[in-house]
């Protein structure tokens, strides 16, 4: 299995996000990553949105292309693999105002409803960066990974 972000740069994710500051919005001048929620529990899931703010249509991945970082002590690690061996060709237009929204249900099965991902190392609470891929440049936003309480 190869990173998910191998399909889409020969160059690690890493490289593109943004800085390393803490990210409450991502967006360039025709798109924006939010989330519900800053902090999520395990078991509970995540909802991050991908809203066109320009004034005209946006052209999209339909198949929502993401990566998951951790950060660590030596820095960010991509935590989602593949066994696709290429990007379907297809675009979807986003209208002006609109969004998609995707669903992380928090957990070892967290991308397991995205088809041919799946997690290269184990999940584990702290700080994670979710990178949308279908657009260029990337976009990215923080939220971090609590402990559930009930343990």
Same mark, same amino acid.
Do not use: C, H
């Given at each position: 299995?190869?990173?998910v972000s191998e399909l889409y740069s020969p160059e690690p994710v890493a490289e593109y996000t %943004?800085?390393?500051?803490?990210?409450?919005?991502? @967006? #360039?001048?025709?798109?924006r990553l939010s989330t519900d929620r800053e902090a999520v529990e395990f078991g509970r899931a995540i909802t991050? =949105?991908? &809203?066109?703010?320009?004034?005209? &249509?946006v052209i999209v991945s339909p198949e929502h292309p993401f =990566?998951?970082? @951790?950060?660590? !002590?030596?820095?960010?690690?991509e935590l989602v693999? =593949?066994?696709? !061996?290429?990007?379907?060709l297809a675009a979807l237009a986003?209208?002006?105002g609109s969004s998609e929204a995707i @669903? %992380?249900?928090?957990?070892?099965?967290?991308v397991a #409803?995205?088809?041919?991902?799946? %997690? %290269?190392?184990e999940l584990s609470p702290g700080q994670h960066r979710f990178v949308y891929l279908g657009s260029n440049p990337y976009l990215c936003i923080d939220f971090e990974i609590k402990s559930s309480e009930k343990q």
């Open positions: 299995m190869k990173q %943004l800085d390393d500051g803490r990210l409450v919005e991502a @967006e #360039d001048e025709w798109l991050v =949105t991908i &809203e066109n703010v320009s004034d005209r &249509e =990566t998951l970082l @951790e950060e660590t !002590n030596s820095g960010w690690v693999g =593949t066994t696709a !061996n290429g990007v379907l986003l209208p002006p @669903e %992380l249900p928090i957990g070892q099965d967290i #409803d995205f088809g041919t991902y799946g %997690l %290269l190392r």
